[in-house]
């Protein structure tokens, strides 16, 4: 039963640049939605809150936090769930670490991360934490499926004002490399859950002398449910890291690696050791001994490795400097984060993900930046193959036809299989690291292996799941998205690979249930889906892409990057099955550096527009579920707001002295507030909001003068995980005409 007392809209807390932004506009929100009777509320799912949720056995009374995550994971089951979700931190290990260790800083006694548990308590903190990074949040927010695309208005302005994208020149020695054979894709088995099946399964390790451990007992399986299981072998990932390395020497291109280390919590941390480890082979080698007694996990990274060298006695820390710096320069070239800084791919697993990474790589015409602080081409690898071939496609493209371009480029929408968990995103809690060579299975409640793999020790194993109503219900909003829009859409399955090809199998069985008629579809494997797509788009024709999880994420980056510039202005809609809205906004990729920006300038080029429109949505939502006519009002002001803001120019740009995140708050109140003053469907709201769009309006200029005039200074948020409301709101509303205006 819903909940009478609830706020009609739940804006989620979370952290980095979104947060800084909600600052802001969230008051604004407030402002505007409190004459319609709109109440909106707040759950915090920011990493910091999570672990102070998860640690609250540590903490005084007052220092306490609610677990909302857990809230809000109850909520987007009830048919009135209305929530607005921003991006949220998917914690590496290094971001876990350093939240952990701003926290104490702050006087809250949690324990610190125990990297080797060695009491039953270390071991319940360790658990905690491990729930806490990575993918933590989007599997329980998603009861329902993907539906993003870009607004209409956004294309259209990125159509008249296109973005920069770098030349493409047939000579281009940028490629992605891949494994091909032993990784996840080719060791995929898959079986659909029949009757016999359904129930408890477990999840065992059998090792050659015949002795079983049980990994997890309690995988519930439910009849139509699709099942994976899957390794990759680290023999072969080795081989691979160490020829591609000496490849990218040898045709001296820069060398990246680009992951997902973040949403893949267990797998992907472990590639990227692997990846650390070899290219620095002689550093590793030589220093075993001493990188043994420091603790030194490759899967942290070099900037963990620099931190623990600095502890050593200043002879040997110069001794392995000297190595360190050795192997750098020996190496091939290193693709960068931060040239400037010396920060390489390889100094934090979550500094280079793929899904932004490599839009970002083809957009600049297929260079990344080198330690010399010059643009060059690179070596893509991406280890495991199930994905590779789809950046490796558009790459193809761009070499042979030049570079997209933003005026002329079609749309793709995409409609993702995301709802409980579906897919590779939903496998953290069961992968595992094998500890010696064995067998890996999953045995069904009766005792009869499901799925199982020979598997050597250090390989990373993983099952995962997908559950049949969910892809029920993505088929059904194919349909719908088809039929809406006029669309042809291709389902990215390929019959070759085991999950996708039980899939092709329901899709074919769930299909004839809808009215098809007239719906131009087809299935593709998604490397021919991508260069299908791709040569769609650069012919100006748009193509809806039907996904499963992890390509809906990388192509709801991928193509809006290159199409709008940043995926932050998407509309993403995820209607829950159960009937309540989940409207996320678009992550955009470079939140860190936006507040580095912010601190060291205070300007914040964030741009909110997908906050915007995800507003917009929840309010039209608003309206039609709780016949609230004033809500439709506000929300079709707020478009004509939208078109406004883009036409004039008004989102953030990019340095000191020019509009920031905040002067474009600014603008979209002022453009909302002259359309609901201009309208006249609702007189109460007509009236309440033509003084303020009149004071908004005569006090333009002395606003954006306010706005402004911080600009260039450090700013101090107080904390950059865990920052005080007051010293956020002192930093992000420093208009003291705008606040009196908007209250």
Not at 25 to 49: C, M
Not at 97 to 125: C, F, V
Not at 311 to 324: F, G, N, P, S, V
Not at 557 to 578: H, Q, R, W
Request: proline share 4%; glycine share 8%; hydrophobic share 40%.
């Amino acid at each position: 039963m819903a909940d009478t007392n609830r706020p009609d809209i739940i804006y989620t807390k979370v952290d980095e640049a979104p947060e800084l932004a909600s600052a802001s506009f969230l008051p604004i929100i407030k402002a505007f939605a409190a004459p319609a009777g709109i109440s909106i509320g707040t759950k915090d799912i920011s990493l910091a809150g999570r672990i102070l949720s998860a640690m609250s056995s540590y903490l005084s009374d007052d220092q306490k936090q609610a677990d909302d995550l857990a809230e809000l994971g109850k909520l987007v089951t009830e048919p009135d769930a209305n929530v607005i979700k921003l991006p949220n931190i998917s914690a590496s290990q290094p971001q876990l670490n350093a939240a952990i260790k701003e926290l104490q800083a702050q006087g809250y006694k949690i324990p610190s991360y125990p990297d080797a548990p060695a009491t039953d308590e270390e071991k319940a903190i360790k658990a905690a934490y491990d729930a806490v990074k990575g993918s933590a949040v989007n599997p329980v927010l998603r009861e329902g499926n993907s539906d993003r695309r870009a607004p209409n208005a956004v294309k259209e302005f990125a159509k008249k004002n296109p973005h920069s994208m770098g030349a493409w020149a047939t000579t281009s020695k940028t490629r992605v490399a891949t494994m091909g054979k032993d990784d996840f894709a080719s060791n995929e088995t898959s079986v659909t859950i029949a009757a016999a099946s359904a129930g408890t399964a477990k999840i065992e390790f059998v090792a050659k002398d015949g002795s079983v451990t049980t990994l997890k007992d309690n995988l519930k399986l439910t009849e139509g449910d699709v099942l994976d299981a899957t390794f990759m072998s680290v023999k072969a990932l080795d081989a691979f890291l160490e020829k591609e390395i000496q490849a990218a020497k040898a045709e001296g291109v820069l060398f990246s690696v680009h992951l997902k280390a973040t949403m893949m919590k267990v797998s992907d941390p472990i590639i990227f050791g692997h990846v650390v480890k070899a290219f620095l082979k002689d550093v590793f080698a030589k220093h075993e001994a001493t990188f043994a007694e420091l603790g030194v996990n490759p899967d942290l990274g070099i900037g963990d490795l620099e931190a623990k060298i600095a502890t050593l006695a200043a002879d040997k820390a110069a001794e392995i400097k000297a190595d360190l710096k050795a192997a750098l320069d020996n190496g091939p070239a290193m693709y960068m984060v931060n040239s400037d800084k010396g920060i390489t791919n390889l100094h934090v697993s979550s500094d280079v993900i793929i899904d932004a990474s490599m839009p970002a790589l083809i957009r600049a015409g297929g260079k990344g930046w080198g330690p010399d602080g010059k643009e060059g081409d690179a070596v893509c690898v991406i280890p495991d193959s199930s994905y590779a071939g789809v950046y490796d496609a558009v790459i193809e493209h761009c070499k042979k036809n030049g570079a997209l371009d933003p005026a002329k480029m079609g749309t793709v929408p995409n409609v993702g299989l995301m709802a409980q968990k579906a897919e590779e995103y939903g496998s953290h809690p069961q992968t595992f690291k094998a500890k010696a060579d064995g067998t890996m299975r999953i045995v069904d409640a009766a005792g009869a292996t499901l799925l199982s793999h020979e598997v050597e020790g250090g390989d990373i194993w993983r099952a995962c799941l997908t559950k049949d109503a969910p892809i029920r219900d993505w088929v059904k909003l194919a349909v719908n998205r088809m039929r809406l829009s006029g669309m042809p859409g291709v389902f990215w399955l390929d019959a070759n690979r085991a999950h996708d090809a039980e899939l092709i199998k329901k899709v074919e069985a769930y299909l004839p249930e809808h009215d098809t008629s007239g719906l131009d579809y087809r299935i593709l494997a998604p490397t021919e889906a991508a260069a299908y797509t791709t040569a769609r788009i650069a012919k100006g024709e748009d193509t809806i892409s039907i996904t499963g999880n992890v390509l809906r994420d990388y192509l709801t980056d991928l193509y809006p990057i290159l199409e709008v510039g940043t995926s932050a202005k998407m509309l993403s809609i995820v209607p829950l099955m159960n009937g309540g809205g989940l409207f996320e906004t678009g992550a955009g990729g470079s939140a860190p550096k936006h507040v580095q920006q912010l601190m060291e300038e205070n300007y914040l080029r964030w741009d909110s527009l997908g906050e915007f429109c995800a507003l917009g949505a929840s309010l039209e939502h608003l309206a039609q579920v709780k016949g609230n006519g004033k809500a439709q009002v506000l929300a079709t002001a707020l478009d004509k707001a939208i078109e406004k803001l883009l036409d004039n120019n008004k989102s953030p740009q990019r340095k000191v002295g020019q509009l920031d995140n905040r002067g474009s708050h600014f603008y979209i109140a002022l453009y909302w507030a002259q359309e609901l003053a201009a309208q006249d469907k609702d007189g109460e709201l007509k009236a309440h909001f033509a003084p303020i769009a009149e004071a908004l309006t005569a006090g333009e200029d002395k606003i954006v003068a306010e706005l402004n005039a911080v600009q260039g200074k450090a700013a101090d948020t107080g904390g950059y995980y865990h920052a005080p409301q007051d010293k956020v709101s002192a930093v992000m509303r420093p208009s003291a005409t705008l606040n009196a205006i908007i209250g």
